[in-house]
Structure formats: C-alpha cells, structure tokens
C-alpha cells in the first residue's frame, strides 16, 4: 500500500457547520496535496504544503483552510460548509523532483 | 502558466475497437512531466504513466501506448483491443520542475471512456 490514508470516507454535513478532513502518510513525503473532483471540472487544487507549517493556496482555496503541524498529517477544514462544496476529495503526496504522485481513496463530502 | 486539455469529454467504443484519448498541454518551463492517471467506477486515482519532457521516446505497455510529441504539445494514450475493464475516466495531468521541487500537478477535465461488449 502506498501508505496514504484519508478519514472519514464519506461525511453528510449541514450547511454553516465546520467540516475538518484528515489526510495521513506514513512516507514522510515533504510535499501533500489537496483536490477536489467536481463533473465537468476534473480535480482542481484548493491547497498544497511543502512541508511543516508551509502552505501555500490553489485554484479553489476560497473556503477553506489547512494546517500541517507535523509531517505525517495535513487537514483541510471548511469553517462553515455551503452546498457548493458538496465535493469529493483528494489527498495527494509526492516526495518532490522527479518522483510520482500517490492519491488517498478520496472523501465524499455532502453539504445539505 | 499551465493547462492541460483534453477535448474528448465522453467516448464510447465497442470492445476489441482501438481508442486514442487526447491530451494537449500547455507550460513555459522546459523541465515539466506529464501523466495519465484511471479512475474507474470504483473511484480511486490509478497511476499509469509518468514522463518527463526531455525523453520523447513513445511508451508501450501491454494494450497501453503513449505518444509524446514535444512539436504539438500533447501527450496522447492509446488502448488497442478494448476491453470492458477499460471503461473509466482517465486524466492527463501536468507537473513543472523546479529547483525547490515539483509543481503541484494541473488536470486536465478528463475523458470518460465507455466500452460496450
């Protein structure tokens, strides 16, 4: 296994009400990712971070924010859910340069 | 800055037919790597190809080839004899080289293939 998990796999949540997703690695790879897939959209890049305390945003950040205290764990959190991030969503890794990326099995998140 | 197209939105094709998925990118670095990830039904994102963009040699694998044309900007995948596990959406995808490592990967929308036995 590529030793990358997300949690929870799916969730229903309430519009207004803090959503916080968790990816986890156990390759102590610098550099992990968020994506969301949306129809029509392929998977867009809402933030990524280059390693601990280092984020920087994507093309979608607007509604969201992430943390990386430590290498193992970047979290994505939505203050306040709206529909419009009804998503699935995708964690990432990469060790940098020349290497692959791996993807998490992905969350699928329903904002009612 | 980047961007990765793929025109083909949907495509159907009758098991054991050829298809060829295409994938025009566009990047300002010299040093960049392109990819094709699968997700199928089941929704996972499977790895399938990496390549970087001084090795132009075509790739083949099994009913998988690749076709990477620097002078055209794309990066073409072919499936020959389709079989119904094909049936997916597959990505083409983009990632620039830099001194302090990779971009993060830019896709394309995806092309969703069909094969009907």
């Known amino acids: 296994d590529a030793g990358i998990t997300q949690s929870p796999r799916h969730k229903v949540t309430e519009t207004g009400t803090p959503v916080t997703l968790r990816c986890h690695q156990t390759e102590n790879h610098r550099y992990m990712y968020w994506y969301r897939q949306d129809p029509g959209h392929g998977l867009r890049l809402i933030h990524y971070s280059y390693g601990v305390k280092d984020t920087d945003k994507g093309e979608v950040s607007d509604g969201y924010s992430v943390s990386r205290s430590k290498t193992e764990d970047f979290l994505l959190t939505l203050e306040s859910a709206t529909s419009s991030q009804t998503s699935v969503y995708f964690c990432?890794?990469?060790?940098?340069?020349?290497?692959?990326?791996?993807f998490g099995s992905g969350t699928r998140l329903t904002v009612v | 800055a980047q961007k990765v197209t793929q025109a083909q939105t949907e495509i159907s094709v009758v098991e054991k037919e050829d298809v060829t998925l295409d994938c025009v990118y566009e990047t300002r670095d010299t040093t960049y790597y392109l990819f094709w990830y699968k997700q199928p039904p089941s929704g996972e994102l499977v790895f399938l190809i990496r390549?970087?963009?001084?090795?132009?040699q075509n790739e083949i694998s099994g009913r998988y080839s690749w076709n990477f044309q620097k002078s055209t900007s794309s990066f073409n995948f072919t499936i020959t004899a389709s079989q119904v596990v094909d049936s997916a959406v597959y990505f083409c995808?983009?990632?620039?080289?830099?001194?302090?490592?990779?971009?993060?990967?830019?896709f394309g929308k995806g092309t969703r293939l069909s094969v009907i036995a």
């Open positions: 990432a890794i990469n060790s940098g340069f020349n290497y692959g990326y791996t």
């Open positions: 390549r970087n963009s001084f090795d132009e």
């Open positions: 995808a983009l990632s620039e080289a830099q001194s302090s490592g990779n971009t993060p990967l830019v």
